[in-house]
C-alpha cells in the first residue's frame, strides 16, 4: 500500500506480558515517529528515527518501552511487562525528511489499540 | 503541564456556518504550528500549517490564524460541512530545542457540523 501501515490493529494481552507493535512506513520516508493516545489524551510522543541518527527517545515512559528500526524501514515497538496504564492506540508515522530538516507533516499510520487486561 | 491547550473538547456547528478551532499554547519556543484532521479508527492526517513568522494561512477553506503575542491559534472553516465532522488537532513544534521530531500536540476538538 502507499501509506504507513501497522499491525496488529488490536491487540488484546493480559498484563505482564510483552507485546510487539509493528510498522511499515511510506517507501523512502527516512523519519519515523511513535506517538500514543490514551483515552481522553493528545498524542504523545515517544520516539523517533532519522535515518541513521541515533534515535530521539526522549518520549519513552519507562525502561519498559523499546523501539527499533531495522534497516531504516520496518520498526517495533516493544512493551515489556505490560501494564493496565499501557492501553492505548499507539500511532506510527513517517515523513520525506526529519522535522528539523524540513517541517514537513507527518503521515499517520492508522494505529494499533492496546488493550492491557 | 499542557504545552498545548485545546480547551473546547467538543464543537457543534451547522452546515454552511463557520467554524471556529481555538488552540492556546504555553511555550514561547514554538515556531511552527499544525492542525491535524482525524476521523474515527483513521490515523492523523495533515490539514493545514502555519510558520511563526506569518500570521495567517489559508488554504481553500481552511485558513489558520497566529496571534503570538497572546500565544493562540486558530483553525476557521468556512463553510462547514458534514465531512468536516472530526477530531481536530493542535500541534506545536520548536525547531531550535534540538529535540526533533518532538511535535507537541493538543488534546484535540471534536467538531460536529450538522446538515
Known amino acids: 500500500g502507499a501509506g504507513v501501515s501497522q499491525s496488529p490493529s488490536n491487540k488484546v494481552t493480559e498484563k505482564g506480558k510483552d507485546v510487539e507493535l509493528r510498522c511499515d512506513p511510506i517507501?523512502?520516508?527516512?523519519?519515523l515517529y511513535w506517538y500514543r493516545q490514551s483515552l481522553g489524551q493528545g498524542l504523545e510522543f515517544l520516539i523517533y528515527?532519522?535515518?541513521?541518527?541515533?534515535?530521539?527517545k526522549s518520549g519513552l515512559p519507562s525502561d519498559r518501552f523499546s523501539a527499533e528500526r531495522t534497516g531504516g524501514s520496518v520498526s517495533t515497538l516493544t512493551i515489556q511487562r505490560t501494564q493496565q496504564e499501557d492501553s492505548a492506540v499507539y500511532l506510527c508515522a513517517s515523513s520525506p525528511r526529519g522535522w528539523g530538516v524540513n517541517t514537513g507533516e507527518l503521515f499517520f499510520g492508522e494505529g494499533s489499540r492496546l488493550t492491557v487486561l | 503541564d499542557q504545552q498545548v491547550k485545546q480547551n473546547s473538547p467538543s464543537l457543534s456547528v451547522q452546515e454552511g456556518r463557520i467554524s471556529i478551532l481555538n488552540c492556546d499554547y504555553t511555550?514561547?519556543?514554538?515556531?511552527?504550528f499544525l492542525w491535524y484532521k482525524k476521523y474515527p479508527a483513521e490515523g492523523p492526517t495533515f490539514l493545514i500549517s502555519i510558520s511563526s513568522i506569518k500570521d495567517k494561512n489559508e488554504d481553500g477553506r481552511f485558513t489558520v490564524f497566529l496571534n503570538k503575542s497572546a500565544k493562540h491559534l486558530s483553525l476557521h472553516i468556512v463553510p462547514s460541512q458534514p465531512g468536516d465532522s472530526a477530531v481536530y488537532f493542535c500541534a506545536a513544534s520548536a525547531k531550535e530545542r534540538g529535540s526533533q521530531g518532538n511535535l507537541i500536540f493538543g488534546k484535540g476538538t471534536k467538531l460536529s457540523v450538522k446538515p
Open positions: 528515527f532519522q535515518g541513521n541518527s541515533a534515535p530521539d
Open positions: 517507501s523512502g520516508h527516512t523519519a
Open positions: 511555550n514561547s519556543m514554538f515556531d511552527y
